[in-house]
């Protein structure tokens, strides 16, 4: 007759479920002021990814006064868009560790870029952006 420890028994299920689950990541939601203090980017869930949309601009308006509009998007229809309140952070979905993967819309060339999001510590993160997934840029952002 085979005997089962229940310390052994638990511990290989838990491993089990372990190794079975999700990667989990950590919490990225908040408001973030990106490198240099231009802007902040309040990243929120989107089911189980994440979304981030500007909500402060150091300079927020034009010369003439008028809010900065998304003016360099390729859509013309698009161009309209006040730059506060837009969506920069496409859902990004986990991809490991306190880590997401997705795309970021850089509304000063119009262009969407596949990018990481990546958590080093509570109140820092990295946001790398690339171009053909060899020539990238990485921000250093802070948690407000």
Same mark, same amino acid.
């Given at each position: ?14 491993? /089990? ?12 939601? $908040? ?6 203090? &231009?802007?902040?980017?309040? %990243?929120?869930?989107?089911?189980? =990814? ?10 927020? =308006? ?5 809010? &900065?509009?998304? $003016? ?11 730059? %506060? $309140? ?15 993967? $997705? ?11 596949? /990018? ?11 946001? &790398?952006?690339?171009?053909?997934? %060899?020539?990238? &840029? ?7």
């Amino acid at each position: 007759m085979i005997r089962f420890s229940p310390t052994l028994t638990t511990s290989a299920f838990l491993t /089990a479920l372990v190794c079975a689950s999700p990667v989990l990541a950590g919490d990225a939601t $908040g408001t973030w002021t990106t490198e240099g203090g &231009k802007s902040r980017v309040r %990243i929120t869930a989107c089911g189980s =990814n994440i979304c981030g949309a500007i909500v402060w601009l150091q300079e927020p =308006n034009t010369e003439k006064g008028t809010p &900065k509009l998304d $003016g360099n998007n390729p859509e013309p229809t698009k161009r309209t868009r006040p730059l %506060i $309140g837009l969506q920069i952070i496409l859902p990004m979905q986990p991809d490991g560790p306190d880590r997401w993967a $997705g795309s970021i819309y850089n509304p000063e060339d119009g262009k969407t870029y596949s /990018a990481s999001f990546a958590l080093s510590g509570d109140k820092e993160a990295n946001l &790398k952006g690339c171009v053909a997934m %060899i020539l990238c &840029k990485t921000q250093t952002w802070t948690r407000n």
